[in-house]
T-cell receptor, first 116, second 113 residues
Framework: DAGVTQSPTHLIKTRGQQVTLRCSPK?????VSWYQQALGQGPQFIFQ???????QRGNFPDRFSGHQFPNYSSELNVNALLLGDSALYLC???????????????FGPGTRLTVT | AQSVTQLGSHVSVSEGALVLLRCNYS??????LFWYVQYPNQGLQLLLK??????LVKGINGFEAEFKKSETSFHLTKPSAHMSDAAEYFC???????????FGKGTTLSVSS
């Protein structure tokens, strides 16, 4: 049973650049959430995608955007990178469809983004 | 609004000793509470969850947690620490919409031999 996978593992970008991170949910899951974890902090919710639409958004600027594809995989895009965007970006998947709501969110290994 | 507070950013125990990691929550609705563990350079692994069933919840790797509504607490315990338990532990609660997890700042557990 494949778990949540994310790519790339590490990424180094320069201020002002744009970045795209990718996530494949756990097999059978249909909902994807993205979190940002700064060094020494707990993860912070960025947004959640369900049925290819952004369902809820945390306190992040519009520079952060996303997409969910028909196969439930997802992308996180960050434009105009700032030094403060350096963090571990975590993707989590869960299941909601057909009344089979599961409270568990399963996390991927994350993408470590460094902005210089 | 929902929130969690983890008391103690760093806990040190000896191998074989009791592990107690503290978490208090604030919630305007019956909470769904979770404990996750994060090993260095890895993602989060679910240890256990409370979803309004039994108040004593057993998880993986010998961990358990007790939901105490009167104390608004959900502390994580393990009777006997192993070296392999050394990691970062996060308590989390669902937001009111039931979509986003709200995490505490984490507690680093160190285990010495």
């Amino acid at each position: 049973d494949a778990g949540v996978t994310q790519s790339p593992t590490h990424l180094i970008k320069t201020r002002g650049q744009q970045v795209t991170l990718r996530c494949s949910p756990k097999s059978g899951h249909d909902t994807v959430s993205w979190y940002q974890q700064a060094l020494g902090q707990g993860p912070q919710f960025i947004f959640q995608y369900y049925e290819e639409e952004e369902r809820q958004r945390g306190n992040f600027p519009d520079r952060f955007s996303g997409h969910q594809f028909p196969n439930y995989s997802s992308e996180l895009n960050v434009n105009a990178l700032l030094l403060g965007d350096s963090a571990l970006y975590l993707c989590a998947s869960s299941l909601e469809r057909q009344g089979r709501f599961s409270y568990e969110q399963y996390f991927g290994p994350g993408t470590r983004l460094t902005v210089t | 609004a929902q929130s969690v507070t983890q008391l103690g950013s760093h806990v040190s125990v000896s191998e074989g000793a009791l592990v107690l990691l503290r978490c208090n929550y604030s919630s305007s609705v019956p909470p769904y509470l979770f404990w996750y563990v994060q090993y260095p350079n890895q993602g989060l692994q679910l240890l256990l969850k409370y979803t309004s069933a039994a108040t004593l919840v057993k998880g993986i790797n010998g961990f358990e947690a007790e939901f105490k509504k009167s104390e608004t607490s959900f502390h994580l315990t393990k009777p006997s620490a192993h070296m392999s338990d050394a990691a970062e532990y996060f308590c989390a609660v669902y937001n009111q919409a039931g979509t986003a997890l709200i995490f505490g700042k984490g507690t680093t557990l160190s285990v010495s031999s």
